[in-house]
């Protein structure tokens, strides 16, 4: 039987306070619902999907470079790490794989420091100020960059090297 690829689902700081810290801006859905949510919409699709949470960057690192070769897209949402970490910019850009940038609220329409993303120089895209919707959202767009590159579900090319 085969073994349906893998989403590494990246859940960074704060993300685990989901539901409780700032519900206003980042919804009253726990970091499980969102689990679930992305979970139940890579099912339909095919994929599977392990998630991983962490407070500290060099975890999240050490978590991407698990994922290289062994999964076929990272769903990342490193939470303010997102504006300040080239670390995990780098560690990004080593990955293989298709990745998706996510956030629950809109940066761009939130403070200034908010306005830069490290990562999404190593994205394929963002999704972003759609709330828990996103993750379902994030799973869809990991499906149709994989179509695109004609990796179909089975696996991931490089990023811009799919000519
Ligand atoms: C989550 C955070 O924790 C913030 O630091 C980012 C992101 C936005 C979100 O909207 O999911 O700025």
């Not at 689902?9 to 619902?33: F, K, M």
């Not at 960057?57 to 300040?84: F, K, P, S």
């Not at 990745?99 to 939130?110: C, D, G, I, K, Y």
């Not at 993303?117 to 994989?146: E, N, R």
């Amino acid at each position: 039987m085969m073994t349906a690829p893998v989403i590494l689902l990246l859940s960074g700081p704060n993300l685990n306070l989901s539901g409780v810290r700032e519900p206003e801006v980042y919804g009253h859905e726990t970091l499980t619902d969102h689990v679930a949510t992305t979970t139940r919409r890579a099912a339909e699709l095919g994929f599977a999907v392990a998630h991983y949470q962490s407070n500290h960057e060099g975890e999240l690192i050490d978590r991407i470079h698990a994922a290289r070769g062994v999964a076929c897209a990272i769903v990342a949402n490193v939470g303010a790490l997102t504006h300040t970490s080239w670390a995990i910019h780098d560690a990004l850009a080593a990955f293989d794989g298709v990745v998706v940038e996510l956030h629950l609220s809109n940066p761009a329409a939130r403070e200034p420091f908010r306005h830069t993303s490290v990562i999404a120089g190593v994205s394929d895209g963002l999704i972003a100020g759609f709330g828990a919707t996103g993750y379902a959202l994030a799973v869809d767009a990991v499906a149709a960059v994989l179509e695109r590159r004609g990796a179909g579900r089975r696996g991931a090319r490089r990023r811009g090297n799919d000519a």
